[in-house]
């Protein structure tokens, strides 16, 4: 959304040099798909380009899109306990230039997880042309009420609210000033706004239609890959989930094996070393079945969970987009009418004897399906406009997610298994010192009394042992995250406004 | 292999079997020639034992190639300063011994072991061309009149000799090795003279060719590098009084191919067998033998083995497996190198390397393994067992023993029970590894990063695979130490109303079964250890490059 304007390099050459002419200084300019599919189709679809959206119809029907006034900033502040599964958020929003609201800021909203997904559903019917993002669950597969779980909901739920406030649409929605202003709890006052769309069977049967012609090449290959991924997604969630349960056996039978490695170490008792050996392994194994336990929540939490919520979004996207087919179709529907009431029109003037009443309702009618036309045409007009632009933005969004999640499993998952490497690296000399020879480590070794040889912990301070690479993934986040630290306190230090948080970390810093 | 080809043709050459002289003279220089080379530290030892032993070697060569013992009743005059002597070279002996022992059972480079070949055929060389000399004619002249002593005197002397290591088992082993085992398979005895020369020749042979087999053989084979030996001493006296006759062979058991039709499908498995030791009265003269074998004739194999040992462990066959499955790549694999495992155990157990039965399953592609005509209890426990039917208490030290046995049975039993269960874990994992990866790649957001999350995931299956094959080898050793215990629970269970020679078995090998267990666990742990760690790191570099090359 943020490019500048020397940033998108045109090359087209039949494009038209009026194309950014009309902008407005103050405002982000044109999604560059869009102004290069606009020109694309333009150019090549000379029969379409009367329903194509060109520039100038954009700015009419998204005045939304064109305009930087208007914001509003949600910081979650806490997650406070309440039922399970139905959490409190503390919300602080900051108002700017949207009419209706009677403050600019609003601290210490306190909203139920309940209540935020009432209005998350409200705006999914309401804001037909926009892909409207759902909330992700409540409940996380971290154990519940920990720290873990916690971190994570702030994180999913401030990215949902930031996703929320970011659409210009949707934050012009009234019912999110009753949101936000409600005293008391909240539910949704706008209730009456019922889906305007087919629901239940009716969509049902409808959506085994053939899709209308669709002359968004970009929308109407939006759709399968959406219904893919949603579908996918689904299965991911499901063999994570799968996986997760059989990582927890696992580590369940890890702990029985520790378990029985130590009963064996009882038994042990005509050769000391053995017994020590049994007992040290029995150790590690139990250390690695706890590390198996961790991993297997982690793998879930990270992965299993945003599978489950990426396609509870697909899903929703999907809707929208079926719903703009389902109006395309009332489009196609009302065209047919508008010709059909046209040729009665014209029959009626054709013939000999006019009769007043007959015309006049002729008229009427004709008028009123052309008008109907008309703001379904509109409707979709704008509609297209929009998802073009949300398109864009759940691509970005999506891609994005995959990246995070992908990098913080992957982190994950080097700790757990550098955890187990350092556990077992410690008891090899154990092992070895069960009887004088040494046992296997000796390989091809003649004279070697020492013990001691190859045992020293692989990871050391220098850097992995086994490898040349330097490049160690847990450090490099280590360091940014002490750099944001860093940063942080020279933005606290640099602040003029010393709230409480702020004094406690200034005194805790010694400044001399 | 070339390496030893060479160092058995060359024995072959050097040492015709019915050749006294020869084999004679050759033993001189390779008690101290054969150890010297092993390693340069060795050298001292054997220069420092040579100026007491080749001016003696022309006048008195038998009474150094045997047990010093001899002298005492030989020159009775000379009886201290043979006593302080011999009492002097037994220390060096069993020092060097111990030293050989460390070295050998170290597994030495193979460029090490071919160093040693050289030299020692170079010796033998050297000998060869001597043959004419007169020195030859000395010793011949010499060795015609030994043999009657010197077997007196072996049966005479060597029991109190052995007593020196305060080891009962040895004992028995000796007496049994003389008298019991070979008796009915042994054949004619031969001259204890020649005997004892091939056996210390042998014996070179023997660690070098363990050295071979080592260095060549797969990585499951190690542990029957330090299982043989337990204590130093204990080899000493194994390896001076081992069987002269004993086979020395290199077995491998492979190509497993199903044959049948639906009815009778079943895998065989190739055995192929090379002979290292030509001279072996118990082993065909042949280079190579290749027998086509299944899984019930290594069972018949096993019973067979029991009935002509009693009371000794006999190395078992894998356990029996369900019918499903058991076309299963892995279980095959995992079975084939069990049954590779008991062959070759069984080869370097003394009582049983020369068994008529083993020697004829190795060699002949035609026996009858068929269980009825061979009237084999259907028991696990020994065809012997059944004739004494008593299962009575056992009393005083098996008592003891018993209880022992059983608690380290069951919590084996446990202990490969709860791994077995970490395993099918394991393979869950891996398989639903397997179903995310056919999903992530059906994902059509960030291409190229799921590629490569996709390419870590299947790196990551092979490692996870690999990590699960590579705990076979524990399981394997938790199974036969098993099998074993519960053999070892049947027979003193049914000691009482046996007569004293096989309780002294019996606790002689339940004995020899704790040496041997404590080593093979441990190394199949260290194994476990350090495949772990392997996998670890593995999988450690195949993130950490992920991360790196993607730029997380």
């Known amino acids: 959304m943020d490019y500048p304007d020397d940033d998108y390099e045109n090359n087209n050459p039949f494009a038209e040099p009026t194309n950014n002419i009309n902008q407005p200084t103050d405002q982000p300019v044109l999604q560059p798909s869009i102004i290069e599919h606009q020109q694309r189709e333009e150019i090549n679809n000379q029969d379409d380009s009367d329903q194509l959206l060109n520039q100038i119809d954009l700015k009419k029907l998204l005045p939304e899109r064109f305009t930087n006034k208007y914001s509003l900033t949600v910081k979650l502040v806490e997650i406070e306990k309440n039922k399970p599964g139905n959490p409190i958020l503390k919300l602080d929003f900051e108002v700017k230039n949207l009419p209706r609201y009677r403050q600019n800021k609003y601290k210490d909203v306190r909203r139920t997880y309940n209540e935020v997904v009432k209005f998350n559903k409200y705006l999914t019917i309401s804001n037909l042309e926009c892909f409207v993002p759902v909330i992700p669950s409540s409940t996380t597969s971290y154990p519940a009420n920990g720290e873990d779980e916690k971190k994570q909901l702030k994180n999913l739920f401030q990215e949902w609210f930031n996703r929320i406030t970011s659409n210009p649409i949707l934050i012009r929605d009234e019912e999110f000033v009753y949101f936000i202003e409600n005293d008391f709890g909240y539910s949704v006052i706008n209730s009456n706004k019922k889906q305007s769309v087919a629901s239940g069977l009716m969509r049902k049967t409808l959506k085994q239609f053939a899709i209308p012609y669709d002359p968004y090449q970009e929308l109407a290959s939006f759709r399968p890959i959406i219904k893919d991924s949603y579908l996918n997604c689904q299965k991911l969630h499901k063999l994570y989930d799968k996986s997760s349960k059989i990582e927890k056996q696992l580590s369940i039978h890890t702990y029985d094996m520790s378990n029985k490695l130590n009963v064996l170490a009882d038994f042990e008792t005509t050769h000391p070393g053995m017994k020590n050996m049994w007992e040290k392994l029995s150790k590690i194994v139990s250390l690695q079945s706890d590390l198996l336990l961790i991993d297997s929540i982690n793998e879930n939490a990270i992965l ?92 970005d969004f999506t891609e994005d997610k995959f990246k995070k999640l992908i990098k913080n499993y992957v982190l994950h998952k080097v700790e757990h298994h550098r955890k187990i490497l350092k556990h077992f690296e410690s008891i090899r000399l154990d092992v070895r010192s069960v009887d004088s020879k040494g046992g296997l480590s000796r390989l091809n070794r003649d004279n070697l009394t020492n013990l001691k040889h190859n045992v020293i912990q692989s990871q050391s301070s220098k850097g992995d042992s086994w490898t040349s690479r330097t490049f160690r993934s847990l450090e490099k986040e280590e360091k940014a995250k002490e750099e944001e630290k860093k940063e942080h306190k020279i933005n606290a230090l640099q602040s003029t406004s010393v709230d409480a948080k702020n004094a406690a970390s200034l005194l805790g810093v010694a400044t001399f | 292999m070339d390496s030893d080809d060479l160092g058995t043709s060359v024995w072959d050459d050097a040492l015709p079997k019915d050749d006294e002289s020869k084999s004679h003279s050759n033993l001189n220089t390779f008690q101290s020639s054969s150890i010297g080379p092993l390693t340069s530290q060795f050298s001292n030892y054997s220069i420092n034992d040579d100026p007491f032993r080749n001016p003696l070697d022309y006048n008195k060569s038998e009474e150094y190639d045997d047990e010093e013992e001899q002298e005492e009743e030989q020159a009775p005059v000379s009886g201290t300063y043979d006593a302080l002597r011999e009492q002097e070279i037994e220390l060096r002996k069993e020092h060097k011994q111990q030293l050989i022992n460390n070295l050998t059972h170290s597994e030495d480079s193979r460029d090490q072991f071919e160093k040693d070949i050289s030299k020692v055929s170079s010796d033998t060389l050297f000998q060869d061309s001597n043959k004419n000399s007169p020195i030859k004619i000395d010793l011949n002249s010499q060795s015609v009149t030994s043999p009657t002593r010197n077997s007196i005197n072996i049966n005479k002397f060597k029991p109190p000799r052995l007593r020196k290591y305060n080891s009962k088992t040895n004992v028995k082993h000796l007496n049994n090795s003389n008298t019991d085992i070979l008796g009915p398979l042994g054949g004619e005895i031969k001259n204890e003279d020649e005997v004892e020369d091939e056996e210390d020749v042998k014996l070179k042979l023997n660690h070098a060719e363990s050295i071979v087999q080592e260095a060549n053989g797969p990585l499951y084979q190690i542990k029957n590098v330090s299982t043989p030996v337990h204590s130093p001493k204990k080899l000493k006296v194994e390896e001076e009084d081992s069987d002269p006759n004993s086979n020395k ?304």
């Open chain 1, 304 to 395: 299993g969970d945003s599978f489950q919520n990426l396609s509870n979004d697909f899903y929703e996207v999907k809707e929208a987009l079926t719903n703009r087919y389902l109006i395309m179709r009332e489009l196609v529907q009302a065209e047919s009418q508008t010709k059909s009431k046209q040729i009665q029109a014209n029959k009626i003037k054709n013939k000999s004897s006019l009769d007043p009443i007959k015309v006049d309702e002729a008229l009427r009618s004709l008028e009123y399906v052309q008008k109907v036309q008309e703001s379904l045409t509109l409707q979709i007009q704008r509609i297209s406009g929009e998802m073009l632009f949300e398109r864009k933005e759940v691509i």
């Open chain 2, 249 to 552: 062979l290199e077995i491998s058991v492979g190509e497993p191919m199903k044959v049948g039709d639906i009815t009778n499908a079943h895998i065989v498995y190739k055995i192929k067998t090379r002979n290292k030791n030509k001279e072996s009265n118990f082993f065909p003269d042949i280079d190579e033998v290749e027998v086509t074998r299944r899984y019930k004739d290594f069972r018949w194999l096993y019973k067979k083995l029991q009935t002509n040992n009693p009371a000794r462990i006999i190395p078992p066959p894998p356990s029996k497996q369900t019918y499903i499955g058991r076309f299963n790549e892995s279980f095959i694999e995992n079975r084939k190198i069990a049954l590779e495992r008991m062959l070759i155990k069984i080869s370097k157990k003394k009582h049983l390397q020369n068994d008529a039965d083993f020697v004829r399953f190795l060699t002949q592609e035609e026996i009858n393994t068929n269980m009825e005509n061979e009237i084999i209890n259907e028991k696990t426990a020994s065809g012997f067992l059944s004739i004494f039917q008593s299962k009575e208490e056992p009393t005083g030290i098996f008592k003891e023993k018993k209880i022992y046995i059983t608690q380290l049975e069951q919590s084996l039993k446990e202990l490969l029970r709860a791994i077995d269960q970490t395993i099918v874990q394991k393979n869950l994992i891996s398989s639903n590894l397997n179903e995310i990866v056919t999903v992530l790649s059906e994902i059509s957001f960030n291409e190229k990063l799921i590629t490569g999350f996709i390419t870590t995931q299947e790196q990551i299956i092979d490692v996870f695979n690999r990590e699960i094959l590579q705990s076979q080898n524990l399981i394997m050793v938790l199974n036969e130490n098993i099998q074993i215990l519960e053999f070892l629970k049947d027979l003193i269970d049914s000691k009482n109303g046996i007569d004293e020679d096989y309780s002294k078995i019996i606790k002689e090998e339940i004995d020899e079964f704790d040496l041997e267990r404590i080593a093979e666990f441990r190394n199949a742990v260290e194994l476990w250890l350090e495949n772990t760690i392997e996998s670890q790191k593995e999988a450690i570099e195949i993130y950490e490059t992920f991360i790196e090359r993607n730029d997380l």
